[in-house]
Each structure stands twice: as structure tokens, then as C-alpha cells.
């Protein structure tokens, strides 16, 4: 296994890729594993991370690993590469398997030596897996089945097919949530989408937690999507969820704020449908106050038919700040001491790990494990977290 016997390695490239389109995602271990060899490697493990973050799974078997504990754990963690040394004298490849900034698992690649021809080829090969993985993940029960570890309620079901990735982004900015109970989710989502100019994002906490308020939550989020790919403004995109929730479900509404960020220029513009308001948190502080504004009727509430418009709220933000939108669930969480999670522990941890370098995504994985962890995994209501970073942007 050396960069020697790599052959043609554009030609095997090309033939993985070819051949990774029309295989089937139980065939996927064998198909990369034929092609390793081919490219000087040793055996591929690839491993997807479980819905709540806590463990990888062998896609070909049961084998487990922690993602707090282990190194391929830490590949994970940091979305970064890490090279492990067995007593075989194996070393072991470790690389996060990534579709853009969303982390979807790790792959463990074997060679008992490593070089830059050699690493460049473990890189592209994850690289083209992450893809393929991507892909066939939107039609293989196998692979969602992967990364579960609970059986799923009905309404919860329904929410997850509807939700976006729970990481995306670009380096001008990066939206990334958590949402739980994993498993038994009620009325709580999350949308964010990307365009040449704009980060779009959206957090939704509809009446109730049964199938009425997943349907609501439903309607809101087409709603939204609907309008927004009409280029509708956020005032009218709001409007739509209003008029499609008082037709179909007029006994129900949700509460939601939906936001708008200017890529360029870091203006960031929002509606809140008496939603707790947004944070805002710059050099490791939380600036108090900074987004509060008084509030307004939820989405889908009757009254609001009769008003002529919702108020847009704007902001500029700086490189480097993070907006947290974020539902009741997650403050009313009890600790141990039957006092609530609050406002001040769910801050705290944030700029913890922002002052540790974390990722947000991972900044954001803690803070929702800190919050199940006191609860002992029993939350009583929804508990969704959506956080926005904006970098500083492009330059000539």
C-alpha cells in the first residue's frame, strides 16, 4: 500500500465515481473498499453520525463508535482531519465526512504509511463518498435507519422529512441547529436556505405537541418556503403563513420568527410572530436587549388578517456575531435543582464553547446535550436552537 501502486489515479477516480451513482447503499462499503486498493489505500470504515449526534455507526455492520471520546469522535467534533496510530503499526486516516458544513459521520481509512499523494487520495475519495452518501440518503431507508437509535412517533416522522440539514453555509456565514426531543418531536422546526446574496432562516413553535401541531408547523414551513421562492418580501412572506394557517387550520398558530442576512453586507432584517426574541452575541458577550422589540401576534392568529402588515426589524451586524433564535423548550428545561435551564445557562454555554473555538454546529451539539443531560433525556416540551454566524465577507 504505497503512492506507487496508485496507477492511473485519475482513471480509478473517475471509475469510482461513475460506478458510485448506480450502486445501492448496501453496496457502498464494497464499491469503496475495490477502489481503496486500486489507489494504494488500505480498508475504508465509514461511519454516519446518529440523529442526536452522540455515536457512529459502521455503515456495513453494528460497530460503534462515541463521538465524545474516541478519535474518529474528535474528527467529528472539530470537522478535521486526525491520524491515529495503532500497536499493528497501522495508522488510521480519520476524516470528517462532510456535505459542505454539515457534518454527516467520519471515515476511517488504513495505510501503513501516509504521504501528501497519499492523503490527497483519502481526501478525494471522502470527498466523492460524502456526495453519494447525500444523495441516496434522500431515498434509502437504510441509510436513515443508520442513524437512529430510537423508534419515531408519527408527527415526528412527518417534521423530519421536512426539515433542511441542520448545517449549512458558505464562508461568508453559516446557519446550524439542534432540534429534540430526537424522537417524539411535537410542533418545533427549523428552515434555513442559501442563495448568491442572502441566508434565509426560519424557527417555528407551533400550539400543542401532537399530530394538530405538527400539521400546523407543516403548513407554516410551506408557507414560507412558498413565498420565499417567490422573492416575497418578509412581511408578505409572514402574511402567507397567516392566511394558509387561518384557511386550513383555524384553530391553531404557531409562534416563529423568520430572518433574512445580507451577505454582503451583514444587515440583518427579521419578523417575530410572538416568538421569544432573538440574541445576540458579539466578542464572547450577550448584548442584552439588543433584538427585543415589542412583540406581535403569532402566525396563523385571526386577528392579525385585519392588520395591514407585519413590522420588519433590521440590524447590522459585525463579523464574527452569532444570533440564537430558540423555542420555549429550551429555557423552561428544568436542572436538577427544579429550577430552569434559563436564559443564563443557555447563553453561557454558547460563549463557552465560542471562547473554546468550537464550531457552531458543535457549540450548538453541547449545548443541547447539556440541556437533555439535566433533564435526564426527558424533555417535556420541544427544545429547537438555530444559530446564525456571519463572517467577515468576501474581499476582491
Given amino acids: 500500500m504505497n503512492g506507487s501502486i496508485g496507477g492511473d489515479c ?11 451513482h448506480a450502486t445501492a447503499p448496501t ?4 464499491l469503496i473498499n475495490r477502489h481503496a486498493v486500486r489507489l494504494g489505500l488500505g480498508h475504508v470504515d465509514v461511519y454516519l453520525v446518529d440523529l442526536q449526534q452522540r455515536q457512529l455507526t459502521l455503515l456495513s455492520g453494528e460497530g460503534r463508535l462515541p463521538v465524545d471520546g474516541s478519535t474518529a469522535g474528535w474528527a467529528f467534533r472539530a470537522a478535521a482531519l486526525r491520524v491515529e496510530n495503532t500497536d499493528a503499526g497501522i495508522l488510521t486516516v480519520w476524516l470528517p465526512l ?4 454539515e457534518r454527516l459521520g467520519v471515515v476511517g481509512i488504513h495505510v501503513v504509511t501516509l504521504n501528501s499523494v497519499l492523503l490527497q487520495r483519502c481526501v478525494t475519495l471522502v470527498s466523492v463518498l460524502a456526495m453519494a452518501v447525500t444523495s441516496k440518503r434522500a431515498y434509502s431507508d437504510r441509510l436513515v435507519q443508520q442513524a437512529r437509535t430510537g423508534t419515531m412517533t408519527l408527527p415526528a416522522e412527518m417534521l423530519r422529512a421536512l426539515l433542511a440539514p441542520r448545517t449549512i453555509g458558505d464562508d461568508r456565514a453559516i446557519s446550524t441547529a439542534v432540534l429534540e426531543p430526537a424522537y417524539e418531536l411535537g410542533g418545533d422546526a427549523f428552515d434555513h436556505a442559501l442563495t448568491e446574496s442572502t441566508l434565509h432562516a426560519v424557527i417555528l ?9 405538527g400539521l400546523t408547523t407543516a403548513i407554516a414551513m410551506a408557507g414560507c418556503r412558498s413565498a420565499r421562492r417567490k422573492g416575497s418580501g418578509l412581511g408578505e412572506l409572514v402574511r402567507t403563513v397567516d392566511e394558509a394557517l387561518a384557511e386550513w387550520l ?9 430572518m433574512q442576512l445580507d451577505l454582503a453586507s451583514g444587515v440583518l432584517s427579521w ?7 432573538p440574541l445576540l452575541i458579539r466578542d464572547h458577550q450577550v448584548l442584552e436587549s439588543a433584538l427585543e422589540h415589542p412583540g406581535e401576534p403569532p402566525m396563523g392568529t385571526p386577528g392579525i388578517l385585519g ?8 440590524v447590522a451586524l459585525q463579523p464574527g456575531d452569532r444570533v440564537i433564535l430558540y423555542t420555549d423548550g429550551v429555557t423552561e428545561a428544568r436542572l436538577a435543582s427544579g429550577s430552569q435551564f434559563g436564559l443564563a445557562g443557555f447563553t453561557a454555554s454558547i460563549i463557552r464553547a465560542t471562547a473554546a473555538g468550537e464550531l457552531a454546529s458543535e457549540a450548538l451539539r453541547q449545548l443541547i446535550h447539556s440541556i437533555l443531560a439535566h433533564q435526564n433525556d426527558q424533555l417535556k416540551d420541544d427544545a429547537t436552537i438555530l444559530m446564525i ?7 476582491g
Avoid: K
Fill in 205 to 213: 413553535d407551533a400550539m400543542g405537541h401532537n399530530l394538530a401541531s
Fill in 271 to 277: 419578523v417575530n410572530g410572538g416568538h421569544p426574541p
Fill in 98 to 101: 462532510v456535505d459542505g458544513v
Fill in 307 to 314: 392588520v395591514p402588515s407585519r413590522t420588519v426589524r433590521e
Fill in 10 to 20: 485519475e482513471h480509478v477516480l473517475h471509475e469510482f465515481i461513475a460506478e458510485v
Fill in 389 to 395: 454566524e456571519w463572517r467577515q465577507p468576501h474581499t
Fill in 250 to 258: 383555524p384553530e391553531q398558530f404557531c409562534t416563529g420568527i423568520v
Fill in 27 to 30: 453496496n457502498l462499503p464494497t
